[in-house]
């Protein structure tokens, strides 16, 4: 079975600056999704970036961007140029690929703190 | 706003007593996922459906049963309700069964006394 593992449960960065949140995964399959979500205090979970593994190219939108090393099974999220708003809960997440259904499996979240 | 709603925003119920959850996907979307976050146990698929046939279980109690209805939305149904099954249940749709992102709903925010 799939795992996903966070293991910052908590992190804080200057506003404007650049922060990296870590995520790693176990999996014996070769194909397959990462996302990162994001849950601000409101609780709604929003999709923050996605990484296609077979695609060797780190996704990127905007200020965010993932450093994906499928050998090493570790897939990190940058923030660059922090705001006040991106303090939420992250939550790394892992799909399967091409199964029957689309069960996704989070890990357990890194709160992030925005300092001003 | 994601598209994706789910009524109610918060409910409160007894012990014992029997919930539904309702949930109305993103227009255009046949998958519904549920899934449950709580304190203790992070976030938990529950289960899947697509386009009105149930695909995928994950941690689904069997005091919980969901549905999708020919109009696509679906409904969460929690009986025997304990204390422990506080949290706040999210709905999510995609596109399809292979589609990519999964667009969460709100959540019901469920307190069990």
């Known amino acids: 079975a799939q795992t996903v593992t966070q293991s910052q449960p908590e992190m804080s960065v200057q506003e404007a600056e650049t922060v990296t949140l870590s995520c790693t995964y176990d999996?014996?399959?070769?194909?397959?999704?990462l996302f990162w979500y994001k849950q601000p205090p409101s609780r709604q979970m929003i999709l923050v970036i996605r990484q296609e593994a077979y695609k060797q190219q780190n996704a990127t939108e905007n200020r965010f961007s993932v450093n994906f090393q499928k050998a090493a099974k570790s897939f990190s999220l940058k923030i660059s140029d922090s705001q006040l708003g991106d303090a939420a809960m992250y939550f790394c997440a892992y799909r399967s690929r091409g199964t029957s259904y689309d069960k996704v499996i989070f890990g357990p979240g890194t709160s992030l703190s925005v300092i001003p | 706003d994601s598209g994706v709603t789910q009524t109610p925003k918060h409910l409160i119920t007894a012990t014992g007593q029997r919930v539904t959850l309702r949930c109305s996907p993103r227009?255009?979307?046949?998958?519904v996922y549920w899934y449950q976050q709580s304190l203790d146990q992070g976030l938990q698929f529950l289960i899947q459906?697509?386009?009105?046939?149930?695909?995928a279980k994950g941690n689904i109690l069997e005091r919980f049963s969901a549905q999708q209805f020919p109009d696509l939305h679906s409904e969460l149904n929690l009986s025997s309700l304990e204390l422990g099954d506080s949290a706040l249940y999210f709905c999510a749709s995609s596109v399809g069964s292979g589609g990519y992102e999964q667009y969460f709903g709100p959540g019901t925010r469920l307190t069990v006394t």
């Open positions: 459906y697509y386009n009105g046939e149930e695909r």
């Open positions: 999996t014996s399959e070769s194909d397959y999704y």
């Open positions: 227009s255009g979307d046949l998958s």
